[in-house]
């Protein structure tokens, strides 16, 4: 896989070297690696970052390989495909131990192919994870994604999906959520657009918590941000969202709604996408630095990105680099605690209060059978 | 009920199906339930007595002797492309609501297996039947989705010609199956997913089986010999039925199975065209019609008997091993006399053993080939599923 590996300004992995190291990954990397095929010296903070992410790895918020791959015809994620930013091996030396499989559809889809679009993105993830038995595993829950972890596979978990692949209806996502789908993102439906949730959409909201759905608020209007929040009872997530303090794309998350999450104990996953961020990994450590201390350490996350439409920050350009991007936050004195929440613990945390929220919200609740034309009307 | 025939066989009808119940391949309570309340089954509990409303609830399931449903996930056919889709997600949901609401009474089933162990257990094994090609959208993706969501058949049209496939109550089209039918017949074999050929066309019918390495099922169909309405299945499909395993399920619609009744609808259908309505439409206006036609016309009456001569020529024709039941309750407005709701079949299985059908051969109608179809699906996924992966093929790809 060494040949798959660009060479990059940042000072290097040696990613051909370290490739053997990742077999265990148990936090001995580091004696494993042949120094004799590492070109230039390791700095001390990588060494952490690497030891760190052995016992906490990542959990990426948004990878687009579903809708990538059934574009693909040939591809080969085991030995490594330049096709793609994302493989197994380079999986492997990111430390990557959960991954978010995004269902969203391009704009075109959204209307009337949105149902089938889904299920058939979602019908490749599951064919894809069964091909790959010794590197990937499906979840659907924070459990399933332990386990996966502690098999030493990487947890795929499906979502987000977009609104519309529910088709406005109750059934339908409850259909999604048996099929594993774990967030819907909130946007691009008559029930939640810029006027905010309707009521067809504060009952999907509560819907959701009840069947442990996450929402997805990147993209939302802020009127559906304020709207689910008040709604909700579990956390909710922003899939790929930067902050607007420092760069205000329509995406990234002004500061009020980031303290508004950590009331709410929800969850900002941080793009590497240099369009939100910035085009250097230290943008996105920025973003990553406000965010934390904004919505908290509790709040923050990581989202790759990789193979989606997005422009990845220097030095983050494969699923390789998350080292790279956790030496820069160890060096600007994150603490270690930090570090495992936003790579690892936070994701866990935020799943697993979503099932624990949808348990206790299956007691009370009956699945709901309302409809867009009940609560909206025909209009 | 206008006549009772056999009754002095009842109670041996009912001996025999507290042995080996009812598997009854067609079912249509999910369609009512969504076209009655909108699946607000607290408004419509099938755990009280629905005499009057629905076919179907759980205590007549229960005197009726059934142990196995086929429940239906059908959606019309002026739904298409996703809003097919989703409205089958919406059936199938409800099928699970169905099951979660009463679990003492129903099991979920997705096998053989599971079949045998709801009879033993004494419950209701509750398996699904999607009805249409245009519940997958034209996708293989689709359709393996159903699967997972624990579909186990899929009839491959309703009544009216999709891409890939011919309708029995449609013109030809593709005449049989296209390319792309094949392939979706290969793939349900690949998933375990069983072909049912009831709706479809006879072309339609003998172009899957011959691809089909599984056995087929007719989930509703009776005999066109006995009756000639194209739903019914012709005795050169029902003579090749041992050599593929399938099985044929007779249905109880009295427009199907009563000749009488079929020159009635036929009839009835011309007078509401001739009033300036279609021949389905319910409007107050066109049942308006509709009532005074049947004032002056009565309605043919089909019994137990009627149904009974079916599976007497199909028995005949298609063997023992490959016949068995599908009411199609819930999923037609008239019902025969004696079969008028899902408590009614003993009265059918009365009427056989005054035939003369012996119990081995009841116990296969009823249940026996039921379970062995499904699990002779099973074996071929197994086996299928270990030299082929999942299909990708398209329509566009296959038919052009």
Same mark, same amino acid.
């Given at each position: 896989?060494?040949?798959?590996?660009?060479?990059?300004?940042?000072?290097?992995?040696?990613?051909?070297?370290?490739?053997?190291?990742?077999?265990?990954?148990?936090?001995?990397?580091?004696?494993?690696?042949?120094?004799?095929?590492?070109?230039?010296?390791?700095?001390?903070?990588?060494?952490?970052?690497?030891?760190?992410?052995?016992?906490?790895?990542?959990?990426?918020?948004?990878?687009?390989?579903?809708?990538?791959?059934?574009?693909?015809?040939?591809?080969?994620?085991?030995?490594?495909?330049?096709?793609?930013?994302?493989?197994?091996?380079?999986?492997?030396?990111?430390?990557?131990?959960?991954?978010?499989?995004?269902?969203?559809?391009?704009?075109?889809?959204?209307?009337?192919?949105?149902?089938?679009?889904?299920?058939?993105?979602?019908?490749?993830?599951?064919?894809?994870?069964?091909?790959?038995?010794?590197?990937?595993?499906?979840?659907?829950?924070?459990?399933?994604?332990?386990?996966?972890?502690?098999?030493?596979?990487?947890?795929?978990?499906?979502?987000?999906?977009?609104?519309?692949?529910?088709?406005?209806?109750?059934?339908?996502?409850?259909?999604?959520?048996?099929?594993?789908?774990?967030?819907?993102?909130?946007?691009?439906?008559?029930?939640?657009?810029?006027?905010?949730?309707?009521?067809?959409?504060?009952?999907?909201?509560?819907?959701?918590?009840?069947?442990?759905?996450?929402?997805?608020?990147?993209?939302?209007?802020?009127?559906?941000?304020?709207?689910?929040?008040?709604?909700?009872?579990?956390?909710?997530?922003?899939?790929?969202?930067?902050?607007?303090?420092?760069?205000?794309?329509?995406?990234?998350?002004?500061?009020?709604?980031?303290?508004?999450?950590?009331?709410?104990?929800?969850?900002?996953?941080?793009?590497?996408?240099?369009?939100?961020?910035?085009?250097?990994?230290?943008?996105?450590?920025?973003?990553?630095?406000?965010?934390?201390?904004?919505?908290?350490?509790?709040?923050?996350?990581?989202?790759?990105?990789?193979?989606?439409?997005?422009?990845?920050?220097?030095?983050?350009?494969?699923?390789?680099?998350?080292?790279?991007?956790?030496?820069?936050?160890?060096?600007?004195?994150?603490?270690?605690?930090?570090?495992?929440?936003?790579?690892?613990?936070?994701?866990?945390?935020?799943?697993?209060?979503?099932?624990?929220?949808?348990?206790?919200?299956?007691?009370?609740?009956?699945?709901?059978?309302?409809?867009?034309?009940?609560?909206?009307?025909?209009? | 009920?206008?006549?009772?025939?056999?009754?002095?066989?009842?109670?041996?009808?009912?001996?025999?199906?507290?042995?080996?119940?009812?598997?009854?391949?067609?079912?249509?309570?999910?369609?009512?339930?969504?076209?009655?309340?909108?699946?607000?089954?607290?408004?419509?509990?099938?755990?009280?007595?629905?005499?009057?409303?629905?076919?179907?609830?759980?205590?007549?399931? /229960?005197?009726?002797?059934?142990?196995?449903?086929?429940?239906?996930?059908?959606?019309?056919?002026?739904?298409?492309?996703?809003?097919?889709?989703?409205?089958?997600?919406?059936?199938?949901?409800?099928?699970?609501?169905?099951?979660?609401?009463?679990?003492?009474?129903?099991?979920?089933?997705?096998?053989?297996?599971?079949?045998?162990?709801?009879?033993?257990?004494?419950?209701?094994?509750?398996?699904?039947?999607?009805?249409?090609?245009?519940?997958?959208?034209?996708?293989?993706?689709?359709?393996?989705?159903?699967?997972?969501?624990?579909?186990?058949?899929?009839?491959?049209?309703?009544?009216?010609?999709?891409?890939?496939?011919?309708?029995?109550?449609?013109?030809?089209?593709?005449?049989?199956?296209?390319?792309?039918?094949?392939?979706?017949?290969?793939?349900?074999?690949?998933?375990?997913?069983?072909?049912?050929?009831?709706?479809?066309?006879?072309?339609?019918? /003998?172009?899957?089986?011959?691809?089909?390495?599984?056995?087929?099922?007719?989930?509703?169909?009776?005999?066109?010999?006995?009756?000639?309405?194209? /739903?019914?299945?012709?005795?050169?499909?029902?003579?090749?039925?041992?050599?593929?395993?399938?099985?044929?399920?007779?249905?109880?619609?009295?427009?199907?199975?009563?000749?009488?009744?079929?020159?009635?609808?036929?009839?009835?259908?011309?007078?509401?065209?001739?009033?300036?309505?279609?021949?389905?439409?319910?409007?107050?206006?066109?049942?308006?019609?509709?009532?005074?036609?049947?004032?002056?016309?009565?309605?043919?009456?089909?019994?137990?008997?009627?149904?009974?001569?079916?599976?007497?020529?199909?028995?005949?024709?298609?063997?023992?091993?490959?016949?068995?039941?599908?009411?199609?309750?819930?999923?037609?407005?008239?019902?025969?006399?004696?079969?008028?709701?899902?408590?009614?079949?003993?009265?059918?299985?009365?009427?056989?053993?005054?035939?003369?059908?012996?119990?081995?051969?009841?116990?296969?109608?009823?249940?026996?080939?039921?379970?062995?179809?499904?699990?002779?699906?099973?074996?071929?996924?197994?086996?299928?599923?270990?030299? /082929?992966?999942?299909?990708?093929?398209?329509?566009?790809?296959?038919?052009?």
């Amino acid at each position: 896989m060494a040949d798959l590996q660009d060479d990059e300004d940042i000072p290097l992995s040696a990613g051909g070297a370290s490739a053997h190291a990742e077999e265990g990954a148990e936090g001995k990397s580091e004696e494993l690696r042949p120094g004799a095929s590492a070109p230039a010296p390791v700095p001390a903070s990588e060494e952490r970052a690497r030891a760190l992410l052995a016992e906490h790895p990542v959990a990426d918020g948004h990878s687009g390989l579903a809708w990538v791959l059934s574009r693909l015809t040939w591809y080969d994620l085991e030995l490594g495909d330049t096709a793609l930013q994302t493989d197994l091996p380079r999986l492997r030396e990111g430390a990557v131990g959960a991954m978010f499989w995004s269902l969203r559809l391009p704009q075109e889809y959204e209307g009337n192919r949105a149902v089938s679009a889904t299920l058939a993105l979602i019908d490749l993830a599951e064919t894809v994870v069964r091909d790959h038995p010794e590197g990937l595993r499906l979840a659907h829950t924070a459990s399933h994604t332990v386990d996966a972890r502690a098999h030493g596979r990487i947890a795929c978990l499906l979502g987000p999906a977009a609104a519309a692949a529910i088709d406005d209806c109750l059934g339908t996502l409850r259909a999604l959520q048996r099929l594993g789908v774990r967030s819907l993102t909130l946007t691009g439906t008559r029930w939640a657009g810029e006027q905010g949730l309707s009521r067809f959409g504060e009952e999907v909201v509560r819907e959701m918590n009840r069947l442990g759905v996450l929402a997805d608020l990147s993209g939302s209007s802020t009127a559906t941000v304020k709207h689910t929040l008040a709604v909700s009872r579990a956390p909710v997530i922003f899939s790929r969202s930067a902050a607007h303090a420092l760069n205000p794309h329509p995406d990234n998350v002004p500061d009020d709604l980031l303290a508004a999450l950590r009331a709410n104990s929800g969850l900002c996953l941080v793009p590497c996408a240099a369009e939100q961020t910035g085009p250097a990994l230290r943008d996105v450590a920025d973003h990553l630095d406000h965010v934390r201390r904004v919505a908290g350490p509790e709040c923050v996350g990581i989202s790759g990105m990789y193979d989606t439409e997005s422009t990845l920050a220097d030095g983050l350009h494969d699923t390789s680099r998350y080292p790279q991007l956790i030496a820069e936050l160890l060096d600007r004195g994150w603490p270690d605690a930090d570090v495992s929440l936003l790579t690892w613990g936070n994701v866990q945390r935020v799943l697993r209060d979503a099932d624990f929220t949808a348990k206790a919200a299956q007691i009370r609740r009956a699945p709901s059978t309302a409809t867009l034309a009940r609560l909206d009307g025909d209009g | 009920m206008a006549r009772m025939p056999a009754t002095d066989h009842l109670e041996e009808a009912r001996a025999t199906l507290a042995e080996y119940p009812v598997a009854d391949g067609h079912n249509d309570l999910p369609w009512a339930l969504r076209e009655k309340v909108r699946y607000d089954l607290d408004r419509l509990d099938i755990a009280a007595d629905q005499t009057g409303r629905l076919h179907t609830d759980l205590a007549r399931l /229960r005197s009726g002797g059934v142990g196995a449903q086929f429940w239906s996930v059908y959606v019309r056919t002026d739904l298409t492309g996703d809003a097919a889709v989703s409205a089958t997600l919406e059936q199938i949901d409800c099928v699970q609501q169905l099951l979660d609401r009463h679990p003492a009474e129903l099991r979920r089933a997705l096998t053989a297996a599971d079949m045998e162990a709801a009879r033993a257990e004494g419950r209701i094994a509750s398996l699904m039947g999607a009805e249409g090609g245009h519940s997958i959208n034209n996708s293989l993706a689709t359709l393996r989705a159903l699967h997972t969501l624990g579909v186990r058949y899929m009839t491959l049209t309703h009544n009216d010609n999709i891409a890939w496939a011919d309708s029995a109550t449609d013109e030809p089209g593709v005449g049989g199956l296209s390319p792309f039918g094949h392939e979706v017949v290969r793939e349900m074999n690949r998933v375990g997913m069983l072909v049912d050929l009831s709706h479809v066309a006879a072309t339609t019918m /003998r172009a899957a089986l011959d691809t089909s390495t599984a056995p087929v099922i007719f989930s509703h169909s009776s005999s066109r010999a006995v009756c000639d309405h194209p /739903r019914n299945i012709p005795d050169d499909v029902l003579e090749r039925l041992p050599g593929n395993g399938g099985v044929a399920m007779a249905t109880f619609v009295p427009k199907f199975v009563l000749q009488a009744a079929v020159d009635w609808t036929a009839a009835a259908d011309d007078n509401m065209r001739a009033h300036g309505f279609h021949h389905l439409d319910t409007t107050p206006e066109a049942m308006k019609v509709h009532e005074a036609f049947e004032a002056s016309h009565p309605r043919p009456v089909a019994t137990a008997a009627t149904v009974a001569d079916h599976l007497d020529h199909m028995r005949e024709v298609a063997g023992v091993d490959h016949i068995g039941i599908g009411g199609d309750y819930d999923g037609t407005a008239f019902t025969p006399d004696g079969l008028d709701d899902v408590s009614g079949y003993p009265n059918l299985i009365a009427e056989l053993l005054s035939r003369g059908w012996s119990r081995a051969d009841l116990a296969k109608l009823t249940w026996r080939n039921a379970v062995r179809v499904l699990g002779a699906a099973e074996d071929v996924a197994r086996d299928v599923g270990a030299r /082929r992966g999942p299909s990708v093929a398209t329509l566009d790809q296959l038919d052009g």
